[in-house]
């Protein structure tokens, strides 16, 4: 958590310091959601961007889940899930098997999104449903090229492989959901190409520190990925930028209310 907290300027090299660089932020955060089983989730935001949903049960923190969300707007997706999908690690860091749909309902790819706060759609995302979803990438690994040439010297040594091992040509735009298959990570882990269309060295509020911005065409649509900043990291709009990232996402539309019986018996 602590490497995707960096991509919003939260930089910290053990628990203890993430603990002291987070625990200001309780007070300045407003209670987004609440849910079953004494749950409350709270949402911290900054000028910049950069948020952080805060997942608390008597009193106690039980998980966060950073966001990003840019002064002009997040990233917004079409898509289709039918069931959550659930961590078994921990209920927060769960989410939804998405297709990824253009304008015209057709399906453009799939990948897992977690959700930043979970909970209070658990329920919801258990029927199919078609929905927006407004999404951020965390990238842990992230590199711009100027030309493609560049970049297909890069991904050509790439360890992708399609049917029967045939190793794949990618394209400037590709998108792959590696976190779907084997051991590659979270669910929610993807690999992809695009576009850089703005590039912004943001400022966290909170911490002080700068960290990266950038919007990226890719082949579901407009993607905001977050970096930290790292010397001799310069991307321009123009470049393609080959992305390693963990997606977040938040739908558009509230999560349904609670009935009242549910929430006096605390449930």
């Given at each position: 958590m602590?490497?995707?907290?960096?991509?919003?300027?939260?930089?910290?090299?053990?628990?203890?310091e993430?603990?002291?660089a987070?625990?200001?932020?309780?007070?300045?955060?407003?209670?987004?959601?609440?849910?079953?089983?004494?749950?409350?989730h709270l949402?911290w935001?900054?000028?910049s961007?950069?948020?952080?949903?805060?997942h608390?049960?008597?009193?106690?923190?039980?998980?966060?889940?950073?966001?990003y969300?840019?002064?002009?707007?997040?990233?917004?997706?079409?898509?289709?899930?039918?069931?959550?999908?659930?961590?078994?690690?921990?209920?927060?860091?769960?989410?939804?098997?998405?297709?990824?749909?253009d304008?015209?309902?057709?399906?453009v790819?799939?990948?897992a999104?977690?959700f930043?706060h979970?909970?209070?759609?658990?329920?919801?995302?258990?029927?199919?449903?078609?929905?927006?979803?407004?999404?951020s990438?965390?990238a842990?690994?992230?590199?711009?090229f100027?030309?493609?040439?560049?970049?297909d010297?890069?991904?050509?040594?790439?360890?992708?492989?399609g049917?029967?091992?045939?190793?794949?040509?990618?394209?400037?735009?590709f998108?792959?959901?590696?976190g779907?298959?084997?051991?590659?990570?979270?669910?929610?882990?993807?690999?992809?190409?695009?576009?850089?269309?703005?590039?912004?060295?943001?400022?966290?509020?909170?911490?002080?520190?700068?960290?990266?911005?950038?919007?990226?065409?890719a082949?579901?649509?407009?993607?905001?990925?977050?970096?930290?900043?790292?010397e001799?990291?310069?991307?321009?709009?123009?470049?393609?930028?080959?992305?390693?990232?963990?997606?977040?996402?938040r739908p558009?539309?509230?999560p349904?209310?609670?009935?009242?019986?549910?929430?006096?018996?605390?449930r």
């Amino acid at each position: 958590m602590g490497g995707n907290l960096a991509c919003l300027g939260f930089a910290a090299s053990t628990p203890q310091e993430l603990n002291q660089a987070l625990a200001p932020l309780i007070d300045s955060a407003r209670l987004a959601h609440q849910s079953g089983g004494g749950f409350s989730h709270l949402l911290w935001r900054d000028p910049s961007g950069a948020a952080i949903a805060i997942h608390v049960r008597g009193g106690a923190i039980q998980c966060i889940t950073p966001f990003y969300s840019p002064p002009g707007g997040a990233s917004s997706w079409l898509v289709e899930s039918k069931a959550p999908l659930i961590d078994p690690d921990c209920r927060d860091c769960s989410g939804a098997e998405c297709d990824v749909l253009d304008s015209e309902g057709t399906q453009v790819t799939r990948a897992a999104i977690q959700f930043l706060h979970f909970r209070p759609y658990a329920q919801w995302l258990a029927k199919r449903r078609r929905y927006r979803v407004d999404v951020s990438a965390f990238a842990t690994e992230l590199d711009v090229f100027a030309t493609l040439a560049d970049f297909d010297k890069v991904v050509s040594q790439l360890p992708i492989q399609g049917p029967d091992d045939v190793k794949l040509s990618l394209a400037p735009n590709f998108f792959i959901p590696v976190g779907m298959f084997g051991d590659a990570g979270p669910p929610s882990r993807i690999l992809f190409a695009g576009s850089v269309t703005t590039a912004y060295l943001r400022t966290n509020g909170a911490s002080g520190k700068k960290f990266w911005h950038l919007q990226v065409d890719a082949l579901p649509g407009r993607i905001d990925v977050v970096h930290p900043e790292r010397e001799g990291f310069y991307p321009a709009n123009g470049q393609i930028a080959l992305v390693g990232a963990w997606l977040v996402g938040r739908p558009v539309d509230p999560p349904p209310a609670r009935p009242f019986w549910a929430r006096l018996v605390g449930r």
